[in-house]
Structure formats: structure tokens, C-alpha cells
């Protein structure tokens, strides 16, 4: 090589002892680069033939937005492509606003558009929208059947213009009421902090219900004005059914019980230079009094960064049920037209080096840090488990403790229904309402008409079965015993309403109230029968706390 070829590559910015590294990086990079072109090129001519050629019409957006969702589910879960009108998702994961009518809508069990959440602060409240209400009509359009995700283009749109509703709100007696409404577009503002309450007169308890920018500030504010209520000995964050956010919200608010410059999490991408240390850049609020954090299978992501992160400092208990188990970071990246990629990036890592995220995720970089279920170390040498979400250290279920009927009509959404029947009887509810054994008779006769009885006389409908094999055999004999043995079941078994109405009234009580109060508001009247909030409440500072916790209350 001659001193004008050295002299090239020292300009190129590769030194003579990198020679042979530099010039396989380059091909590599051509390599990609020429496999990413003929990918794009075989793309193109595959929608376009699509597109002019296909039997029938096809609607290009929706044929990019099943080709996109297809192509980033091979990759993990969390990937996704977010057109224009969906946009808006990041505003809202930013501000906790956006522009709409204030309902939250989701397909129910039996497939029809259902009203699941109405905003307090909304034109939509204020119209007399109900949790239950089916959405049958917007505007021209029949959304009854429409995949929730698809609903904002109808509900969003510029602040002060109206939306047609048509809702159908189903009856006691059967069939449907139908309800025309006109409600105003407005902003709606959805507050992280949902509740802040004194609990036993001593636990402070703050119900964070999203990461976006104000969370920090929110968590702060609830805190200071719980510590000027009452003299406390214990602080509960609750982040249930928190799906998560933005990752420097979650560090900031571990930051407010724990020591500045506390390293917090470690994120990982496909290229190690780009790795990064987390520490918080709030002042600590609360480094000594006594903390739990309350999760469930609904806490994911940055909820699981607090519970993770406190947990594996020895900083709280976490109590509740074992959580999502998501480990990766998504960047938004920008794409043409206002559309937008929410790409998985990276991987999070806890204090102990832990990740929490519980499946293996083909693409994702460092392959060889996906190591199943292994154990870790806290800081004060408890052992905390990898790959597997976070495990509390009490573990308190909640439903589950439930009898398996009223599970079941939980989980078919039989509870959900009756209470949006019983509730259309009413304008508003009595003062002083409350869930009688009467209102149990009023259900079972509302199962008996859409024919779910069997689940309430297990006994009988077994028996029912049985009888109709001793229909088909040659033995009278047999066909008469079966059929007294039934008759003197039906005079003699208790409905299984009846038997478990201790656990049935509060659950009717608080699904009645759920169409008339709004949720911050519900939560706080249920609050005291909270299983898993009552028992972190018992649990913090007590001499349990500092043993799980390895501490010695000297300490604190």
C-alpha cells in the first residue's frame, strides 16, 4: 500500500491496525443496504399488484395497516405502527390529554362496541353517557360492531365540534333503549394521581393511574397534601392495572424514595455504545418512611420499573399478584405523513441486572441475555428471580378468592350487563342506595331470560342431562327414579346467588354504582374493602415489613 492509499484511509477515519475490521463493517453495511433495497422493491410491487389488480377495490389504508400489524407482530407485542388519526395515543402517553368526547369503549364478550369508562370532565358525562351503554351509531356511520381502535376517527377531531350518538342501553325486561345524543368535542384531561387518601388514619395511599409528563409532578403535589392531613407512618403507591409509559417518568418517581444519585435502571440496545445508566433528576421526597407498592397482572412496563427498582433496593414491599413481565423500551420513530413506529429498541435492567420481561423475543438484540428464570440479588442479598415479570413478596390474590360462579359471570360479563339493566331504571339513584338480597332475586331472574341459569344449579343441570339418557333406554324404572331425584332437587337446592350473596352485594353494588358515579370516586367508597390495599396497610412498618424487607427497623 503506498503513502497517498494510507493517507486515504486516515482520512476515511480508519487507522491501518483497524484496516481489515473497517472494510468488513463496510461490506456488511452494503450488505443490508443492498438486502433492504430489494425488500422495499419486492414490497412496493407487491401492494401495487394488490392494489390495481385484486378482484375487488381494496382500501390502501387499511391494506397498510394489516400489512404493518402483521409484519411487526413476528417482531414482539409492543412494536406498532400508529397511522395519523392514532397519533394522537403518543399526545395523550405525553400530556394525558387529547381532543375527543370522553368515552372509552371496548368489545365485550358478546362482540358489540360497550361504553366501559366515561370521563367525569366530559360533554359525554354531562349528556348522561353510562358505563354499559352499547355504541350503535356516530354521526352516518354504524360502529356496533367496530374494533374499539378503529373508534377515534369518528370521536376526535377539533375542540367545539359535535358528534351524533345513537345508544342503546339494554333493560330489565328485555331489548334495548334507544338513546340519540349530540355531545361536544372538547379537551379532555386525564390526571396520573386518580386518588390520594388517608388509609387507617396513618397510611398514605396514592393511586397513580398513568406516566405521562405531570406524573412526577402529581405524585409530589398528592403527597405533600396527604403529610399535611394527618402524621403518617407509611406511604402505598398503587400501580394495578397501570399498563405503563414514558421510562424517565418511572425513574424520576422511584427517585422521590430513594437517595440522589441512586443508580435506577440500565438500558440496553442492539448497539452497546448507546447504553445508558438511569439515575432520577428530582430531589428525594421520601427516602425513610415505610413503602408498598401494589401490583397485579395489569401492571406493566414502567409500573414494573417502580415495583422492580424498589424491590430490588429493599426500598418497599410489593404486594399484590405477579405483573405483566415486560423488559423492553420502545422509541418512537417518525415515518412519512404523520404516521408514526413504536419500535422496540432496547432492554431494561434493574439494579440487581435483572430484566423483568417474562417471553422470548426473537428480534430483540443481546440474544444471550435472554437467560430463562435465574436468580439475582437485592441490595440487602434477597433473592429476586429474572425473566419472569415482578413477584411480589406478598402475594395477596383478589378475585380469585372468589367463588367459581361469581367468577364465571364475572368473566362472561353477566355481572356487567345486569348492572347496566338495573341501573337504566333510574335517572339517579336513591339517596342511601344499597344492593338488598331483593336486587339478588331481580338477577336470577335476569340470567333464567338469557338462559345462563345452569351455571347457578350445577347439580340440576347435570342432572338434566342424565335424564335425557334415561329418556333414550328401555328401563321405565330408571327413568322414574331420575326424574323424582329431580324434582326433589328443584324443591331443595339453594341458588348459588343465594349461598354466596356475602361476596355477591358488594360486587352488584359497586357494578350498579359504576353507572352513576365516576371512577376515582367509586374506588374511593370501595377503598376499605381493598384485600390487597388493606393488608400492605397492616403490613407496613410492622415487624413482618422489616423482616421480608431485611431490615432492621433500627434502620428507618
Known sequence: MGRRDRRFLWALGIGIPMLSGGIAVVVAQEAIVTRVAKVVDIFTALVRSVLTQYVEPVDPELLLEAG??????????????IDEE???????LSTGSYTGIGIVAALREDSLLTVVEVHENSDAWRAGVRVGDRLYQIDSVVVLRLPARQLRRYTRGEPGTTVRLVLLRERLTGGYDTLRLIVRREEIRLPAVTLAQVVNDTIGYVRLERFSRRAVQEVQQAWAALRQRALLRGIILDVRDNPGGLLDVAVNICGLFVPANTPLVTVRGRDSQNDRVYYAYVSPQETELPLAVLINGGSASASEIIAAVLQDLDRALIVGTPSVGKGLVQSVLSLPHGTVLRLTTARYYTPSGRT?????????????SQETSRPFATRNGRIVFGNAGVQPDVVVEAEDSLPEALRWLQREGWLFRFATAYAAQYERLPDGFRVTPKVIAEFENFLIAHGKAEKLYPVRAALTTLLEHARHTESPTLLRQVERLADQLRQQERSLLVQHQEHLLPLLEREILARFLPAWRLKERFLLQDVQLMTAARLI?????????AISPAEH
Not at 70 to 79: R, V
Open 356 to 368: 423483568v420481561q417474562k417471553f422470548a423475543v426473537p428480534f430483540v438484540a443481546h440474544k444471550a
Open 86 to 92: 392514532g397519533s394522537d395515543e403518543l399526545d395523550i
Open 541 to 549: 412498618g410492622s415487624q413482618r415489613y422489616y423482616q421480608i424487607l
Open 68 to 81: 404493518a400489524e402483521a409484519m411487526l407482530k413476528q417482531l414482539d407485542p409492543y412494536s406498532r405502527y
